[in-house]
């Protein structure tokens, strides 16, 4: 393929392809997806292991953990990153880079808080910091998400998405394993210090970033508005607080329907059932290795360093491979590997604990994941209109997430289910002598969450098919 062919169809040559890791603002993304990524586990397991550690009972360390659900409705307030300026800031910045900084120096401040809070004598002060932690990342996702997606063209969303996925798993490295050895050879304090200073990486980055022109663009339904408006007599502050609303809220909402119709239905659905498989699977995959026998350290080394790099190659090649050969194929051929993937797991389970074929498992799930995210994040950057980036991908990412999270709650009943069933256990077990009670129940689990990926495939295939009518009506 020429270049001049690989302009016109919107894909890229290889050589094109890797000069786009090469622009500087790769190496942005790369340090904002550090920043994204940094805080996470710190409201997670982290947190949950300085916790437990000081004696906090398992209870309140549960239900700490749904300072997390700010990740998922972070939809709710993305429209005031859409709408609202900071003072000074957003002058010397713009409205994205204005936003980023804002977030992550609140973000910052929340860990000092942290370090300087004792768990043993008063849980209040760390839960007020994890609360504001959770929401300043939350809203440092928002901010750098709609800058990605504004800063890059279509054919280029899907190595910016790679890029950030790398700085993301570079960052999960510090606050996790990081973290904990700052925590084991110094203390608690200064591994939550040290994390607050890293923050500066993210500062640093928005600052380098270069500002972005923004959208003006005519809003759907705004006539419409502006007649209810008229008719109910709203004048003055009542009027621009009523049009502030509408352009806030409902416009990114007019505006994706309005743009897509009936079929942003089945795109929202694509979405949301895309990941599933892996959301269900992956909260039993560390019962899993634990029921087959595998140590505490195998897999530390196995899963937890060995498949993070694994993830970070099948995020790259995602990323080319959505410049190569489009978005859609490559959702599709990531949608497919996933799927299947689920599978090799029940091979796992049939295999006892055999390191080698944990590292085959780790392997193919975590470049497939790595590889899915990636295409994922490009396909929702494409949905996206420039003037409502934040709020709706903020939509697009949450809609992702929430069904998965759902299931992913039934998924040890469904293990257990399946475990007390002797008609599976007797047959299961006479064809894999290696498995166990302890493990017979995951064979139809995997099999069960494999199946779960099949829907996606198949709105992928209708969504193809929808785009190429248009396509075609278009050249004609």
């Known amino acids: ?12 040559s290889l050589a094109e392809m890797w000069k786009v890791y090469a622009e500087p603002r790769m190496l942005i993304m790369l340090l904002l997806g550090f920043s994204a990524g940094l805080p996470y586990l710190l409201v997670f397991s982290t947190l949950s292991a300085w916790l437990r550690e000081v004696g906090v009972t398992r209870t309140e360390i549960g239900l700490l953990s749904y300072v997390g659900l700010a990740y998922t409705i972070k939809f709710l307030w993305a429209p005031l990153l ?29 860990l000092v808080v942290i370090s300087f809070s004792d768990p043993a ?43 950030y996925q790398l700085g993301y798993r570079f960052a999960l490295i510090g606050s996790g394993a990081g973290a904990l050895y700052i925590a084991h050879f110094i203390s608690w304090q200064a591994a939550y210090l040290a994390m607050a200073a890293l923050m500066l990486v993210g500062i640093g ?32 502050p009542f009027e621009a607080a009523f049009a502030w609303t509408y352009r806030a809220v409902i416009a990114p909402f ?35 290795y634990i029921d087959i026998g595998f140590s505490l350290s195998t897999i530390a080394t196995v899963v937890k360093v060995y498949g993070v790099w694994m993830t970070i190659a099948g995020a790259v090649v995602g990323g080319l491979a959505v410049a190569r050969f489009g978005i ?42 790595g590889f899915a995210g990636t295409c994922l994040i490009a396909y929702m950057s494409s ?29 040890g009943v469904m293990v257990d289910w399946y475990a007390v069933r002797p008609a599976i256990a007797e047959a299961l077990v006479g064809v894999a002598p290696g498995l166990t009670p302890a493990t017979v129940g995951y064979v139809p689990f995997f099999i069960s969450t494999a199946l ?20 075609a009506k278009t050249t004609a």
């Open 82 to 110: 859409d709408r609202i300026r900071l003072p000074v800031l957003d002058r010397l910045l713009g409205k994205r880079r204005a936003w980023m900084i804002f977030a992550q120096a609140v973000a910052a401040a929340a």
């Open 1 to 12: 393929m020429s270049v001049a062919e690989s302009r016109r169809d919107g894909r890229m």
């Open 254 to 288: 007019v505006d994706f329907f309005g743009r897509y119709g009936w079929w942003s239905l089945a795109m929202l659905a694509l979405i949301g059932l895309y990941r599933v498989p892996d959301f269900v699977m992956g909260v039993m995959a560390n019962p899993l």
């Open 452 to 471: 779960m990926g099949v829907p996606a495939i198949l709105l992928i295939l209708l969504v193809m098919g929808h785009r190429k009518k248009i396509e």
């Open 383 to 411: 949905l996206v209109n420039h003037q409502f980036a934040a709020t709706q991908y903020a939509l697009f990412s949450s809609a992702f997430a929430l069904p998965g999270k759902i299931l992913g709650g039934l998924s």
């Open 328 to 369: 859609m194929r490559t959702l599709l051929a990531g949608a497919l590997a996933a799927t299947l993937t689920n599978l090799v797991f029940v091979w796992l389970a049939m295999q006892g604990a055999n390191t080698t074929a944990l590292a085959i498992t780790i392997s193919a799930e975590n470049f497939s994941g």
């Open 205 to 236: 980055a928005a600052l380098l970033a270069p500002r972005l022109p923004e959208a003006q663009a005519p809003i759907i339904g705004e006539e419409a508005m502006a007649e209810i408006a008229h008719r109910f007599h709203m004048q003055g």
């Open 121 to 163: 004598v008063s849980l209040v002060p760390v839960v007020f910091g994890a609360l504001v932690l959770a929401f300043a990342s939350a809203t440092q996702d928002i901010s750098i998400d709609a800058w990605r997606i504004e800063a890059a063209p279509e054919e280029k969303q899907g190595a910016m998405a790679a890029v």
